[in-house]
């Protein structure tokens, strides 16, 4: 793509003056990537998805279009389960444990509420658990607060069915999810903890700050090491992580930063980015920790992402 159409597709960072069709792409384009980032837990896959958006949104004859932001949702929407169904398959055969791919966010997506809880990385690993159909009437209508026939276009069902379907994936994803939502500095002081005990070696603090039924997911993606299957009590958990990151064999910095709208911990390892750690917080303890070293899924980790509803 060239000219005003590239323009849109890498976000509007050319000096063209947008045509109608580009200006209408680039208004809606953090909602756009969100609603495919949420589909698919993959910016790498969002962004392939945004392309082919922008591929027939440019095709398309503006005046047969009566709400165009409808219409790109829509185009979005089924690019984006044509991709999950394809991704699907992809992550079968995934060394390791998949883990969503984490983004570094600014302070604005941490603001909304709502937001920061859809693309959390708790959030997103339960919306792995429902069919593709399910996670994109979900998503459109619990985040984007869509109207069901709206949705019904996007995804190609009834009206009626889109209802079912919304109930039946509403009462999946409650059975899931935090039990509450946390704020911001509750995460904060959580992960001050963690970080401090780790840094310390302080086991005792470690167990003061893990549930007692505490999961650490590793991803390394067949790239770097990281724990091949889930592991399972704070015990195990606080023992694992008891030595810190000195095993990796270099200089380890922890530091704290705003990755998927919380707060999370970024792993330096002389000095280079090495590890992501997100982490799932319920009644003040930390009951999930996500910690992604797949360097393929560390590349949204140097800017901050725009996100939008």
């Known amino acids: ?71 790109l949702v829509r185009i979005t929407t089924r690019q984006a389960l044509a991709r999950l169904r394809t991704v699907g398959r992809r992550r079968e055969s995934y060394v390791g444990t998949w883990l969503p791919e984490p983004l570094l966010t600014a302070p604005d997506v941490a603001e909304d509420v ?21 996670r994109a009437v979900f998503v459109l209508r619990e985040v984007f607060d869509l109207g069901y026939d709206e949705i ?8 009626a069915a889109v209802r079912q379907i919304a109930h039946r994936a509403r009462e999946h994803v409650a059975a899931r999810r935090p039990r509450q939502v946390v704020s911001a500095t509750e995460t904060r002081y959580a992960l001050d903890a963690f970080r401090r005990a780790i840094e310390t070696g302080d086991l005792q603090g470690l167990f003061d700050i893990l ?8 991803d390394g ?18 023992r694992l992580l008891a030595g810190g990151w000195g095993r990796l064999g270099g200089i380890v910095s922890l530091r704290p930063s705003q990755v998927n709208g919380h707060p999370a911990l970024i792993v330096a390892l002389d000095g280079e980015l090495d590890t992501v750690v997100a982490v799932r917080l319920d009644e003040g303890r930390i009951t999930g920790l996500y910690a992604v070293r797949n360097p393929e899924k560390l590349t949204h980790m140097r800017e901050a992402t725009a996100l939008g509803r």
């Open 1 to 71: 793509m060239v000219g005003t159409s590239q323009t849109a597709a890498d976000g509007g960072r050319g000096a063209e003056l947008p045509d109608p069709a580009t200006e209408a792409f680039l208004t809606h384009r953090n909602l756009l990537f969100t609603v495919a980032y949420e589909m698919l837990g993959s910016a790498a896959d969002a962004e392939d998805v945004l392309q082919e958006t922008w591929l027939r949104w440019a095709g398309v004859e503006l005046g047969t279009v009566r709400d165009r932001r409808a219409y």
């Open 114 to 134: 709502a937001l920061a809880e859809s693309v959390s990385m708790a959030m997103l690993l339960v919306l792995e658990t429902l069919a593709p159909t399910e």
């Open 152 to 159: 019904a276009e996007a995804v190609d069902k009834s009206p």
């Open 211 to 218: 549930a007692p039924d505490v999961v650490l997911l590793g």
């Open 221 to 238: 993606g067949g790239v770097k090491q990281a724990v091949q299957r889930p592991i399972v009590g704070a015990d195990k958990v606080a």
